[in-house]
């Protein structure tokens, strides 16, 4: 069945950077699109852009284009999502998701929880 | 972008009760999705083009709208469809997701 393994809570210092990790199995890594999507603390759900494993074209939430960055490493079926100069406001947990128009976000990974803090 | 505004952002219904959430866009011309999450977990896709259930969902559940108002029913409410849920927009990027709800079991 379809699965999104993403990596560990990691806790990184302000300025620094983070990579996330998306494993998927399942299905073929390259017939559909991994999107990333940010939920902070108790607040709703923000979509920072999508990756095309296919292609490597990524499309970002303009909101996020300074901040982060997507790739895919299609010899070990994984996404990763790079956020850059992290801040206190950057502290959220991140899902992968396997999605498309006509289908929505069906698949989801269990979430990788990111503390920004000295 | 798409603003998505979710009413009420809480409500406490009783076992049986009718639910209705709505989500109200700020422009027409979308497919609305909606997801339901529990705390801990990842959101799970609920309903999707408006108004076809995932399969496993209840049918105790539906959504309708169109053009920019849009809801998810719950015909009788039961303990186990407490939780969160947000609505979603595939009119245009950037994809964008409503405050949620939050429903609670009273």
């Known amino acids: 069945q379809v699965n999104l393994l993403q990596s560990g809570a990691a806790l990184v210092k302000p300025g620094a950077s983070v990579k996330l990790s998306c494993k998927v199995s399942?299905?073929?890594?390259?017939?559909?699109?991994i999107h990333w999507v940010k939920q902070s603390h108790g607040l709703s759900l923000e979509w920072i852009g999508y990756?095309?494993?296919?292609?490597?074209?990524?499309?970002?939430n303009e909101t996020f284009r300074s901040k982060a960055t997507m790739t895919v490493d299609k010899s070990t079926n994984t996404a990763f999502l790079d956020l850059s100069r992290l801040t206190s406001e950057d502290s959220a947990t991140y899902y992968c998701?396997?999605?498309?128009f006509g289908v929505g976000f069906a698949y989801w990974g269990q979430g990788t929880l990111v503390t920004v803090s000295s | 972008e798409i603003v998505l505004t979710q009413s009420p952002t809480t409500i406490a219904a009783s076992p049986g009760e009718k639910v209705t959430i709505t989500c109200r866009a700020s422009?027409?011309?979308?497919?609305m999705y909606w997801y339901q999450q529990k705390s801990g977990a990842s959101p799970k896709l609920w309903i999707y083009?408006?108004?076809k259930l995932t399969s496993g969902v209840p049918n105790r559940f539906s959504g309708s709208g169109s053009g920019t108002s849009y809801s998810l029913t719950i015909n009788t409410m039961e303990t186990e469809d407490a939780a969160t849920y947000y609505c979603?927009?595939?009119?245009?990027?950037?994809?964008?997701f409503g405050g949620g709800t939050k429903l609670e079991l009273k």
């Open positions: 998701t396997r999605g498309g």
């Open positions: 399942g299905y073929i890594f390259t017939d559909f699109y």
């Open positions: 990756i095309n494993p296919n292609s490597d074209y990524a499309n970002y």
């Open positions: 422009s027409s011309g979308t497919y």
């Open positions: 083009d408006t108004s």
């Open positions: 979603q927009q595939w009119g245009s990027t950037p994809w964008t």
